[in-house]
């Protein structure tokens, strides 16, 4: 999660954005048969992000 932390506190994203990551963040770990995201997962879900 300190990868979402850390773009929060830079101003990168906003709590919404951050919810939403979580959310593909659990979905990704769902998906991987984890059950907790780990940090690639969050990562991933940060790439995931639309950059309008």
Same mark, same amino acid.
């Given at each position: 999660?300190?990868? /979402? =932390?850390?773009?929060?506190? *830079? %101003?990168?994203?906003?709590? =919404?954005?951050?919810? =939403?990551?979580? =959310?593909?963040?659990? $979905?990704?770990?769902? /998906? %991987? %048969? *984890?059950?907790?995201?780990?940090?690639?997962?969050?990562? /991933?879900?940060? $790439?995931? *992000?639309?950059? *309008?």
């Amino acid at each position: 999660m300190e990868p /979402l =932390r850390n773009a929060m506190e *830079r %101003g990168l994203i906003s709590v =919404r954005a951050l919810d =939403r990551c979580l =959310r593909v963040a659990w $979905t990704l770990a769902d /998906l %991987g %048969g *984890r059950d907790l995201p780990a940090a690639e997962d969050v990562k /991933l879900a940060l $790439t995931f *992000r639309d950059k *309008r």
